[in-house]
């Protein structure tokens, strides 16, 4: 038999989480969009994004969903790595596909 624990989660740990699952949906939100370009393009004969920066995006709110599922069901210092682990994913994803 497992205690759980019973004491408040710390109102920094919260708005982190709120913060990484804010980043995380933008990212799924993201990829679901180029997706629907991507075959709205193709359909038409018009470039669209690409194959390659579809899946990229597809790549990064998956791990993104992944990590904010894992954080959300954590506490301590697994909510900040998973919650970095987004941040991170989210300005990769859009250096990479956006900015450069």
């Not at 624990?5 to 913060?19: F, I, L, N, Q, Y």
Request: proline share 4%; net charge positive.
């Amino acid at each position: 038999m497992t205690m759980v624990d019973s004491r408040p989660e710390p109102r920094v740990a919260k708005v982190w989480r709120g913060v990484s699952g804010t980043l995380a949906v933008g990212l799924v939100l993201l990829a679901l969009a180029l997706i629907g370009v991507q075959v709205y393009a193709g359909t038409r004969d018009l470039p669209g994004p690409g194959l390659d920066v579809v899946a990229g995006h597809a790549a990064a709110a998956v791990a993104a969903a992944v990590a904010q599922v894992l954080a959300d069901r954590r506490t301590g210092r697994a909510v900040t790595l998973c919650g970095l682990v987004v941040v991170v994913l989210t300005a990769l994803t859009m250096w990479f596909y956006w900015w450069a």
